[in-house]
């Protein structure tokens, strides 16, 4: 089976732009993660979905905001980008039926991106 | 709420002598606890989990970690270290408490990095 991945692997934006990230998961996954990796912050969690429907959050700003698609696939957007937004992220995708809390997630390659 | 604690920045081993890469939790239900590893520009790799059952859970490239409710830790382990092994480790836990919070999540230790010399 072919793994997660992650379009584009990177990107540059300067400051007030917009970016959207895209992920595929892992065939027959239905729930996609999203996190973002960074050097003082580590892993955090900012959105998981599942059959479309969004079950899950953390503690984010609104500028952050994802959706998914009929055939899994997933898109996370930020808007009003600020420098502090420079990091990994990181889609895991996983099988998520039953809340999905024994599942393990599948990450992807990974979007780093950097804000100028 | 859950989290997790990686007390070691970093851990340094000779080729092959064993490794062990520490990680305690906290949750209010039962934990389910996975580790990962990242390379450098990678993505997470995961080499196993404890669900339930045996507390000496294998998993993948000869890593085996052992669960320990008393001292609620999940510590990581190898018999013989490779410099390919070289990495960044990550212990993560969900609660299986039933809120809401974990689903789809995995709460992350900070990370260890592994050091292995030749």
């Known amino acids: 089976k072919a793994g997660v991945t992650q379009t584009p692997r990177y990107l540059i934006k300067t400051r007030g732009q917009q970016v959207t990230l895209s992920c595929s998961p892992i065939?027959?996954?239905?729930?996609v993660s999203w996190y973002q990796q960074t050097p003082g912050q580590g892993l955090q969690f900012l959105f998981e979905?599942?059959?479309?429907?969004?079950?899950n959050k953390g503690n984010f700003p609104g500028r952050f905001s994802g959706r998914q698609f009929s055939n899994s696939r997933s898109e996370m957007n930020v808007s009003t980008l600020e420098l502090g937004d420079s990091a990994l992220y990181l889609c895991?995708?996983?099988?998520?039926?039953?809340?999905?809390?024994?599942?393990?997630?599948?990450f992807g390659p990974g979007t780093r991106l950097t804000v100028l | 709420a859950q989290s997790v604690a990686q007390p070691e920045d970093q851990v340094n081993v000779a080729e092959g002598n064993p490794l062990t890469v520490k990680c305690t939790y906290s949750?209010?239900?039962?934990?389910?606890l996975f580790w990962y590893v990242q390379y450098p520009n990678r993505g997470l790799q995961f080499l196993l989990k404890?669900?339930?059952?045996?507390?000496l859970v294998k998993g993948s490239y000869g890593f085996e970690a052992e669960f320990n409710k008393s001292q609620t830790s999940f510590h990581l382990k190898k018999p013989s270290a490779l410099v390919s092994d070289s990495a960044l480790y990550f212990c993560?836990?969900?609660?299986?408490?039933?809120?809401?919070?974990?689903?789809?999540?995995?709460?992350f230790g900070a990370g260890t990095q592994v050091v292995v010399t030749p």
């Open positions: 895991a995708s996983s099988l998520g039926g039953l809340r999905g809390v024994t599942d393990t997630q599948y």
């Open positions: 065939s027959g996954h239905r729930s």
């Open positions: 979905y599942f059959s479309e429907t969004q079950r």
């Open positions: 949750v209010s239900g039962n934990p389910y």
């Open positions: 404890y669900i339930t059952g045996d507390n």
């Open positions: 993560a836990v969900r609660d299986s408490g039933g809120t809401t919070d974990s689903w789809g999540k995995l709460q």
